[in-house]
């Protein structure tokens, strides 16, 4: 009893000082903002996840016919985790090109059902499943468009499972791209009103989705030779890790052999950056080739051409790989829009994939808040003062993690769920 | 009734052939060149090294697996998941990992390596008695890590090249060097297997050998977290050949 209470005492003592001290310091690990976003969060400073999640698959049938190269896909695949009692459900979106199974969306999951939520997790827009059953004109990045389709998704799904979940109310939570459409799904609530949204989240949103896509292909013109060689730049890059690996007494590519990477400076700022837009690149490549199938486009694959399963896609692959978003937006993205709203300037295109566009309605609504960090490259100058400004007191900004580098660092993921818990901001 | 089957072959034959005629009647919009071909990038560096001359097949086999782990082997998998505890699953791996460390033993002195011979020796002595006939590995806790030696990595080691790639139906992404790696350790195990007749004295040998055989066919897919399309990746084929190809060089020249 005795010892009992002086290890409580000495408890007390002690939880002010640790209370005072995480306030005052951020203590996310990688000062970097490329090298947090490539590594993301070490292990050992994650939410300890207790017990089993239970992560079910689900496909949405869609009775769309497809093309014979897309045998393999039978409907729009998203997950779910539900508990067996009454709860709030949250919506998650995938950043671009992300699945429902993403690391980060299986991550967010996790934690939101431990913290009592259904959670039902959407892929991205952009991911190529998603633009073949789930996109009405199969072409990615409008986002009041995408906002549609993901609304219309979300009343299917709620539809199915309705019958065997108690919900209490309803929330969204979109990270990256994810999280700017988010805003705009968030605004079409409110005329549809069938989830009445209680709580949106925007995790590191984009504010324009033309000036991030443009920031990070921006990073392949520091790799040697530009971006027409992201080949080679990516061969020199495997060359070193290979190297690097073969050196050390490494079980495999895990988190000990990025993190040793990353303290041996392995790479340089210039090679990190790179690295990220390549990895954009590649699911990019994945976007426009679905798109442009699905639209009978022309722009990757001849018109007209009914691609087999035999047929070697390689070359396409090559092609997709070596376009930026910049090639995409202009010689692809523009066009199908233009061609449907003739008088559509490219500005005018420009300023609707942005918050601007809805701006009125992000500064009003008490539901929305933001969390970001400072050093979030995919925002241009002056852009993280223009959320400062449009979403007040509703906005939290760390001062490093770089593009999502600290979404899984344990304040983080707190503070995260404390507000989607929160009756106010 | 042999007659009566060619003019089957023949009738259907002419049948299909006819129809395909039709079918390319109707499809006459002709293909338009797209905007962007591979030929605009041809100054970069290509990425993937891997010989593919039967990407055809290789593609067609790989979607044989798709359905192959899609009616049947995911479905049985998932029950074995379900039915079995997690200290049963676990055991069944220490088993058949137990197994496989005499071909690691063989191969690791063929390409006379004497540590890892000795490591995987020690290992396979310590697992077989202390770990009750390999269910449980205590060798691990007392240092020796497992070792992984196969004939495809013998055959490196003496000079042979890989090959070209090849999708194997059910086991996947391997090339033609590995291929017959795994037929010679399939004949030796088999050869080991037969001499020793572990199962003579059941009355039932052949049948409790088949129902090995199967049940590490479900440890293998259960241990293997890989699903083919689960990336949704139009270009999934190459992503994972590619990594096939990296994985190996990681893995062999340490």
Same mark, same amino acid.
């Given at each position: 009893m005795k010892i009992e209470r002086s290890v409580l005492i000495v408890f007390l003592l002690l939880?002010?000082?640790?209370?005072?001290?995480?306030?005052?310091?951020? @203590?996310?690990?990688?000062?970097?903002?490329?090298?947090?976003? &490539? %590594?993301?969060?070490?292990?050992?400073?994650?939410?300890?996840?207790?017990?089993?999640?239970?992560?079910?698959?689900?496909? !949405?049938?869609?009775?769309?016919?497809?093309? /014979? &190269?897309?045998?393999?896909?039978?409907?729009?695949?998203?997950?779910?985790?539900?508990?067996?009692?009454?709860?709030?459900?949250?919506?998650?979106?995938?950043?671009?090109?992300?699945?429902? #199974?993403?690391?980060?969306?299986?991550?967010?999951?996790?934690?939101?059902?431990?913290?009592?939520?259904?959670? $039902?997790?959407?892929?991205?827009?952009?991911?190529?499943?998603?633009?073949?059953?789930?996109?009405?004109?199969?072409?990615?990045?409008?986002?009041?468009?995408?906002?549609?389709?993901?609304?219309?998704?979300?009343?299917?799904?709620?539809?199915?499972? #309705?019958? @065997? &979940?108690?919900?209490?109310?309803?929330?969204?939570?979109?990270y990256s791209l994810g999280g700017t459409e988010a805003a705009f799904v968030a605004k079409l609530d409110e005329e549809r009103k069938v989830f009445d949204f209680r709580r949106v989240l925007m995790l590191n949103p984009g504010v324009s989705l033309y000036t991030s896509a443009s920031r990070i292909e921006g990073l392949l013109d520091r790799i040697p030779g530009g971006p027409r060689r992201v080949g080679a730049f990516f061969n020199r890059v495997m060359e070193k890790s290979t190297n690097f690996y073969r050196k050390g007494a490494f079980v495999g590519i895990d988190d000990d052999f990025l993190f040793a990477a990353y303290q041996a400076q392995l790479l340089d700022r210039d090679e990190a950056g790179g690295i990220i837009a390549v990895s954009f690149r590649i699911s990019s490549a994945g976007m426009v080739f679905a798109s442009d199938v699905m639209t009978n486009g022309g722009y990757v694959v001849p018109r007209n051409k009914v691609l087999k399963n035999?047929?070697?896609?390689?070359?396409?692959?090559?092609?997709?790989?070596?376009?930026?978003?910049?090639?995409?937006?202009?010689?692809?993205?523009?066009?199908?829009?233009?061609?449907?709203?003739?008088?559509?300037? #490219?500005? /005018?295109?420009?300023?609707?994939?942005?918050?601007?566009?809805?701006?009125?309605?992000?500064?009003?609504?008490?539901?929305?808040?933001?969390?970001?960090?400072?050093?979030?490259?995919? !925002?241009?100058?002056?852009?993280?003062?223009? %959320? @400062? @400004?449009?979403?007040?007191?509703?906005?939290? &900004?760390?001062?490093?993690?770089?593009? !999502?580098?600290? !979404?899984?660092?344990?304040?983080?993921?707190?503070?995260? $769920?404390?507000?989607?818990?929160?009756?106010?901001? | 009734m042999f007659r009566y089957l060619i003019h089957l072959f023949i009738t259907l034959g002419l049948a299909l052939y006819l129809t395909g005629c039709a079918a390319s009647a109707t499809h006459i919009a002709s293909e338009i060149p797209p905007m962007h071909t591979v030929s605009e990038f041809s100054d970069d560096e290509s990425v993937?090294?891997?010989?593919?001359?039967?990407?055809?097949?290789?593609?067609?086999?790989?979607?044989?697996?798709?359905?192959?782990?899609?009616?049947?082997?995911?479905?049985?998998?998932?029950?074995?998941?379900?039915?079995a505890p997690g200290f049963v699953?676990?055991?069944?791996?220490?088993?058949?990992?137990?197994?496989?460390?005499?071909?690691?033993?063989?191969?690791?002195?063929?390409?006379?390596?004497?540590?890892?011979?000795?490591?995987?020796?020690?290992?396979?002595?310590?697992?077989?008695?202390?770990?009750?006939?390999?269910?449980?590995?205590?060798?691990?806790?007392?240092?020796?890590?497992?070792?992984?030696?196969?004939?495809?990595?013998?055959?490196?080691?003496w000079g042979v090249g890989t090959g070209p790639y090849l999708v194997l139906p059910i086991l996947g992404p391997s090339t033609v060097r590995n291929a017959s790696g795994l037929a010679v350790d399939g004949a030796v195990r088999w050869a080991v297997v037969s001499s020793i007749d572990p199962f003579g004295g059941t009355g039932a040998g052949s049948e409790i050998e088949t129902g090995a055989t199967a049940l590490e066919a479900v440890d293998l897919r259960h241990r293997e977290k890989f699903r083919y399309y689960e990336s949704d990746y139009p270009f999934e084929y190459y992503m994972v050949r590619y990594i096939f190809s990296e994985r190996r060089e990681l893995t062999t020249i340490r």
């Amino acid at each position: 009893m005795k010892i009992e209470r002086s290890v409580l005492i000495v408890f007390l003592l002690l939880m002010p000082v640790f209370a005072w001290a995480d306030e005052a310091v951020y @203590r996310y690990p990688v000062a970097d903002s490329y090298a947090a976003t &490539i %590594l993301g969060t070490p292990q050992n400073l994650r939410p300890e996840l207790s017990g089993k999640v239970p992560i079910k698959t689900m496909i !949405l049938e869609t009775d769309l016919k497809k093309p /014979e &190269i897309f045998f393999y896909d039978h409907g729009l695949r998203y997950t779910a985790a539900f508990q067996d009692r009454k709860a709030p459900l949250i919506f998650l979106i995938a950043g671009t090109g992300g699945g429902s #199974k993403s690391p980060k969306v299986l991550a967010l999951m996790g934690n939101l059902y431990q913290a009592g939520f259904h959670v $039902i997790a959407l892929p991205s827009p952009t991911f190529p499943n998603f633009i073949i059953d789930a996109s009405a004109s199969h072409v990615p990045g409008n986002l009041p468009d995408d906002a549609v389709d993901l609304y219309r998704v979300m009343e299917q799904i709620w539809n199915v499972s #309705k019958g @065997r &979940i108690e919900v209490s109310h309803f929330l969204l939570a979109g990270y990256s791209l994810g999280g700017t459409e988010a805003a705009f799904v968030a605004k079409l609530d409110e005329e549809r009103k069938v989830f009445d949204f209680r709580r949106v989240l925007m995790l590191n949103p984009g504010v324009s989705l033309y000036t991030s896509a443009s920031r990070i292909e921006g990073l392949l013109d520091r790799i040697p030779g530009g971006p027409r060689r992201v080949g080679a730049f990516f061969n020199r890059v495997m060359e070193k890790s290979t190297n690097f690996y073969r050196k050390g007494a490494f079980v495999g590519i895990d988190d000990d052999f990025l993190f040793a990477a990353y303290q041996a400076q392995l790479l340089d700022r210039d090679e990190a950056g790179g690295i990220i837009a390549v990895s954009f690149r590649i699911s990019s490549a994945g976007m426009v080739f679905a798109s442009d199938v699905m639209t009978n486009g022309g722009y990757v694959v001849p018109r007209n051409k009914v691609l087999k399963n035999s047929d070697s896609l390689e070359d396409y692959f090559w092609t997709s790989l070596h376009l930026s978003f910049l090639d995409y937006f202009n010689e692809y993205f523009y066009p199908y829009f233009q061609s449907r709203h003739p008088g559509l300037s #490219k500005e /005018e295109l420009i300023e609707a994939l942005s918050l601007k566009s809805i701006e009125g309605y992000l500064a009003s609504s008490a539901k929305i808040g933001v969390i970001t960090n400072e050093d979030d490259f995919i !925002l241009a100058p002056g852009e993280l003062d223009y %959320l @400062r @400004r449009v979403f007040g007191p509703r906005i939290k &900004i760390y001062p490093s993690g770089g593009h !999502l580098g600290n !979404l899984e660092y344990r304040d983080n993921m707190a503070f995260l $769920i404390d507000r989607l818990r929160s009756a106010t901001w | 009734m042999f007659r009566y089957l060619i003019h089957l072959f023949i009738t259907l034959g002419l049948a299909l052939y006819l129809t395909g005629c039709a079918a390319s009647a109707t499809h006459i919009a002709s293909e338009i060149p797209p905007m962007h071909t591979v030929s605009e990038f041809s100054d970069d560096e290509s990425v993937s090294h891997t010989r593919d001359p039967w990407e055809g097949f290789n593609k067609g086999m790989y979607k044989f697996n798709y359905e192959a782990d899609r009616f049947f082997f995911l479905p049985v998998v998932n029950a074995y998941e379900t039915a079995a505890p997690g200290f049963v699953q676990t055991g069944v791996s220490n088993f058949f990992a137990n197994i496989r460390e005499v071909r690691t033993l063989y191969n690791s002195i063929l390409q006379a390596k004497g540590k890892e011979s000795l490591v995987t020796l020690g290992r396979f002595l310590t697992n077989s008695t202390i770990g009750i006939g390999g269910l449980f590995d205590p060798a691990t806790s007392f240092g020796w890590r497992q070792q992984h030696e196969d004939f495809d990595r013998t055959l490196e080691t003496w000079g042979v090249g890989t090959g070209p790639y090849l999708v194997l139906p059910i086991l996947g992404p391997s090339t033609v060097r590995n291929a017959s790696g795994l037929a010679v350790d399939g004949a030796v195990r088999w050869a080991v297997v037969s001499s020793i007749d572990p199962f003579g004295g059941t009355g039932a040998g052949s049948e409790i050998e088949t129902g090995a055989t199967a049940l590490e066919a479900v440890d293998l897919r259960h241990r293997e977290k890989f699903r083919y399309y689960e990336s949704d990746y139009p270009f999934e084929y190459y992503m994972v050949r590619y990594i096939f190809s990296e994985r190996r060089e990681l893995t062999t020249i340490r």
